[in-house]
């Protein structure tokens, strides 16, 4: 499942989400979805290449959050199959131009996640999501490309604001759903985010249904700064739900991530032969972790993390999605016991218009 936020009415929010639902091997139901909840701007003050950040004590490398109000531009690209040596691929994304963002400060009592004060007013060229799907006998590979363009800071600007020298991190949740018993795994240990574990980086974590591999994210590779070609290690980080300041991501700016959360568990029964009471809540999360850019500075960069599902080649019988909300354009791609479904969700709900003014704003807090 693919969704992305549009409106035909009003600049278009920028939110997407993507997830898969299938039997695993060991014949268990299960849903496996990530959402980028933030953009996170931090100073790696240690060095050790991630967002370090500690709510319960008070402590954190973040500086900035930066908030994506709204697009000028919306571009689909549909569905194109292509064979990669004898293997079919299907590849898809969306575009969002000429973005409308908020650089928040990163103060108490929201730290940034949900409204506060604007340190600066931003354009983001561009944020471009491609996917690449595979199959090969029983396991899915899902190639991601993030490009995320320039950032220019713009009027109304605070004095000595700048991101000169900072770095980038991508929060993102995954939201898990089975059958039986779920665990996760995070550089080869049991990593559970509601546990407060220390953040721990990885190359490699898996998402297990009754302990065997239903899902993995494989996670060793670079990142590429577009304007220079220059290429740095993404770290990746696994990381305990302190690691976000109490009731993280409420109030307007946050909306389609709540709405999209309900839209999936509602399709659960449909998509996934899951209950839709299932808990998708970020909050929730077993395996919250972020992606990282340590040399950054507001350069535009691309960068292709790869997923990994393992099923069962045994077909579960359950009803494909006999309704979608209208003005969804529906695309299924069949794969034996898998249906990757591709949607883009139009929104009559308008979108707050960045106003020019003179000073940097307050944005209000919902904590």
Same mark, same amino acid.
């Given at each position: 499942?693919?969704?992305?936020?549009?409106?035909?009415?009003?600049?278009?929010?920028?939110?997407?989400?993507?997830?898969?639902?299938?039997?695993?091997?060991?014949?268990?139901?299960?849903?496996?979805?990530?959402?980028?909840?933030?953009?996170?701007?931090?100073?790696?003050?240690?060095?050790?290449?991630?967002?370090?950040?500690?709510?319960?004590?008070?402590?954190?490398?973040?500086?900035?959050?930066?908030?994506?109000?709204?697009?000028?531009?919306?571009?689909?690209?549909?569905?194109?199959?292509?064979?990669?040596?004898?293997?079919?691929?299907?590849?898809?994304?969306?575009?969002?131009?000429?973005?409308?963002?908020?650089?928040?400060?990163?103060?108490?009592?929201?730290?940034?996640?949900?409204?506060?004060?604007?340190?600066?007013?931003?354009?983001?060229?561009?944020?471009?999501?491609?996917?690449?799907?595979?199959?090969?006998?029983?396991?899915?590979?899902?190639?991601?490309?993030?490009?995320?363009?320039?950032?220019?800071?713009?009027?109304?600007?605070?004095?000595?604001?700048?991101?000169?020298?900072?770095?980038?991190?991508?929060?993102?949740?995954?939201?898990?759903?089975?059958?039986?018993?779920?665990?996760?795994?995070?550089?080869?240990?049991?990593?559970?985010?509601?546990?407060?574990?220390?953040?721990?980086?990885?190359?490699?974590?898996?998402?297990?249904?009754?302990?065997? +591999? =239903?899902?993995?994210?494989?996670?060793?590779? &670079?990142?590429?700064? $577009?304007?220079? #070609?220059? !290429?740095?290690?993404?770290?990746?980080v696994a990381s305990p739900i302190d690691s976000l300041p109490p009731n993280a991501f409420q109030g307007q700016y946050f909306t389609p991530l709540i709405s999209a959360e309900q839209y999936v568990g509602g399709q659960l029964p449909d998509i996934a032969g899951l209950p839709s009471s299932s808990n998708l809540d970020y909050s929730?999360?077993?395996?919250?972790?972020?992606?990282?850019?340590?040399?950054?500075?507001?350069?535009?960069?691309?960068?292709?993390?790869?997923? +990994? =599902?393992?099923?069962?080649?045994?077909?579960? &019988?359950?009803?494909? $999605?006999?309704? #979608?909300? !209208?003005?969804?354009?529906?695309?299924?791609?069949?794969?034996?016991?898998?249906?990757?479904?591709?949607?883009?969700?139009?929104?009559?709900?308008?979108?707050?218009?960045?106003?020019?003014?003179?000073?940097?704003?307050?944005?209000?807090?919902?904590?």
């Amino acid at each position: 499942m693919f969704l992305a936020l549009h409106s035909n009415q009003a600049d278009s929010p920028v939110f997407s989400f993507v997830g898969q639902a299938y039997n695993t091997s060991s014949g268990s139901r299960a849903f496996v979805g990530n959402a980028l909840l933030a953009m996170e701007v931090y100073n790696d003050t240690n060095n050790n290449g991630y967002l370090d950040a500690n709510y319960t004590s008070g402590t954190t490398e973040l500086r900035y959050t930066l908030i994506m109000n709204a697009s000028q531009t919306f571009t689909p690209h549909p569905v194109n199959k292509t064979l990669i040596n004898g293997t079919p691929h299907y590849g898809w994304g969306i575009t969002y131009g000429s973005i409308q963002a908020i650089l928040i400060n990163a103060t108490q009592p929201g730290y940034g996640y949900g409204g506060g004060m604007s340190a600066s007013y931003a354009m983001i060229d561009h944020v471009s999501m491609f996917y690449d799907y595979s199959v090969s006998g029983n396991t899915t590979f899902l190639k991601t490309s993030y490009q995320i363009g320039n950032v220019t800071l713009i009027p109304p600007r605070s004095p000595g604001v700048t991101l000169q020298g900072l770095s980038l991190s991508l929060l993102h949740a995954t939201l898990t759903v089975a059958s039986k018993q779920l665990t996760v795994e995070a550089g080869n240990a049991p990593y559970n985010s509601q546990t407060n574990q220390p953040a721990s980086s990885f190359n490699t974590a898996q998402v297990k249904v009754d302990d065997i +591999v =239903a899902y993995e994210f494989r996670f060793k590779d &670079n990142y590429t700064l $577009t304007n220079t #070609l220059a !290429t740095y290690p993404a770290v990746y980080v696994a990381s305990p739900i302190d690691s976000l300041p109490p009731n993280a991501f409420q109030g307007q700016y946050f909306t389609p991530l709540i709405s999209a959360e309900q839209y999936v568990g509602g399709q659960l029964p449909d998509i996934a032969g899951l209950p839709s009471s299932s808990n998708l809540d970020y909050s929730a999360t077993q395996f919250l972790y972020r992606i990282s850019y340590p040399v950054w500075s507001g350069q535009a960069l691309q960068h292709d993390p790869t997923y +990994v =599902a393992h099923f069962s080649a045994t077909a579960p &019988n359950i009803p494909r $999605t006999p309704g #979608l909300p !209208t003005g969804v354009l529906l695309v299924a791609v069949a794969t034996g016991s898998l249906a990757l479904v591709v949607a883009i969700m139009g929104l009559t709900r308008s979108r707050k218009r960045v106003q020019p003014t003179s000073e940097p704003q307050d944005l209000g807090q919902t904590m």
